[in-house]
């Protein structure tokens, strides 16, 4: 098996796994971030300094996971309403754990406590992972540092709990299955009072095990152990775990925006031509020093942003818009004519959602905006084939 050099580390995880990579970096005391991308554009990432463990996080999901965990400790929602504009880019959730510290809002090891289980949880997901590629950064790493974790009682501890995870299968297959109870009248009869009233709170379908290992401050494998003989008698079941979609209750929603910025005609006038006609609002800019007032102007919904462009290329652009509260987490595709992936690591370090290579079709724009947005047409007429 192929080990990537110390001083180039990217490669795919066919030839090396997440066990062994995290390995490297403890062993050789790197400091940076370490970029882990599958097929269907998931990405995470690992931050390190001199070989010890700072934080991890996933394209999706990580500002929940922060409400949930803090929501325990007794932090409400609305300390999170305001990202720093100084937060990183790939860990924006990560900023704002710092600037709460700094603020006193939430003490020291309220945020370590948070972090270690946030960490715990995507190393649990990636441990697992057969297939993808990765990079590793060298960064001045995350600043402030609120803590540091030693790689390898972290990764002990997740393999003991992935290794308790295998033994519950088939019952339990993945952290995204949501518990619902079947029968009240038996649990009631087996269970203390204030443990069966607690799982009668939660166990309603509605949080995923991953989500509930959050809330009641347990790792996931303590709560699919703790479920197993009532799933196993047929007082619980476990849904499927694709959230459902919410859709507009009525046609009265609000036509959604699309800004593209991108100084190539041909460009602007498909991007027009392709969402116009699937109910979207378009505004096109080639101008990349006119697009940032452009954009604050026109403030759309979603962004797609030409990487290769004149004077001003696409990363730029990105990271300005991400130091705004009205951008923090508006969805940004880049556009780009090449298909590497160092030029989507790059484009991840920007702040961007995800990636689109040009030339494009219909079929492939319209896969990527309608995956963010619900579009008006999409009210009147049956979902495309």
């Known amino acids: 098996m192929p080990i990537p050099a110390v001083h180039q580390m990217q490669g795919n995880l066919n030839d090396i796994d997440v066990r062994s990579l995290l390995q490297l970096i403890e062993l050789n005391q790197r400091t940076g971030e370490l970029f882990i991308e599958t097929g269907d554009s998931r990405f995470w990432s690992l931050f390190c300094q001199k070989g010890r463990l700072v934080y991890a996080t996933s394209s999706t999901g990580a500002i929940d996971r922060l409400k949930q965990c803090a929501g325990r400790l007794g932090i409400p929602d609305q300390a999170f309403s305001i990202i720093p504009l100084n937060a990183p880019a790939s860990a924006p959730e990560y900023g704002l754990l710092a600037a709460l510290v700094g603020s006193a809002q939430m003490s020291a090891l309220q945020a370590q406590q948070i972090i270690r289980v946030s960490t715990e949880e995507i190393l649990f997901e990636l441990l697992d992972l057969k297939a993808g590629a990765f990079i590793f950064e060298d960064t001045e790493g995350l600043v402030p540092l609120l803590m540091t974790m030693e790689l390898a009682k972290v990764l002990i501890e997740v393999e003991r709990r992935r290794s308790e995870w295998q033994k519950l299968q088939p019952q339990v297959r993945w952290v995204e299955q949501r518990p619902i109870i079947l029968d009240h009248e038996q649990l009631q009869k087996q269970l203390p009072p204030a443990v069966y009233a607690q799982m009668q709170q939660y166990m309603t379908g509605e949080w995923s095990l991953k989500q509930l290992g959050r809330l009641l401050g347990r790792d996931v494998t303590t709560v699919a152990r703790a479920i197993a003989p009532y799933l196993q008698q047929g007082w619980m079941r476990l849904d499927g775990g694709v959230p459902p979609v919410n859709t507009p209750s009525s046609a009265t929603a609000r036509i959604q925006r699309v800004a593209c910025v991108d100084d190539s005609i ?58 705004s509260n009205i951008f923090r987490s508006t969805p940004v595709i880049m556009l780009t004519g090449k298909d590497g992936f160092v030029d989507r690591v790059r484009a991840r370090m920007a702040g961007a959602t995800e990636y689109l290579t040009k030339p494009f079709g219909e079929r492939e724009l319209l896969d990527i905006v309608d995956k963010y947005l619900i579009p008006q047409a999409a009210l009147f007429t049956s979902p495309r084939p």
């Not at 116009?276 to 759309?300: C, D, H, M, W």
């Not at 462009?309 to 730029?316: I, N, Q, S, T, V």
């Open 266 to 323: 041909s460009i602007q006038k498909s991007v027009e031509f392709f969402l116009q006609g699937r109910g979207y609002e378009v505004k096109t800019i080639a101008n990349p020093l006119k697009a940032l007032n452009e954009l604050f102007s026109f403030k759309p919904d979603l962004i797609l942003l030409d990487i290769a462009m004149p004077r001003l290329d696409g990363y730029e652009v990105c990271g300005m818009l991400r130091k």
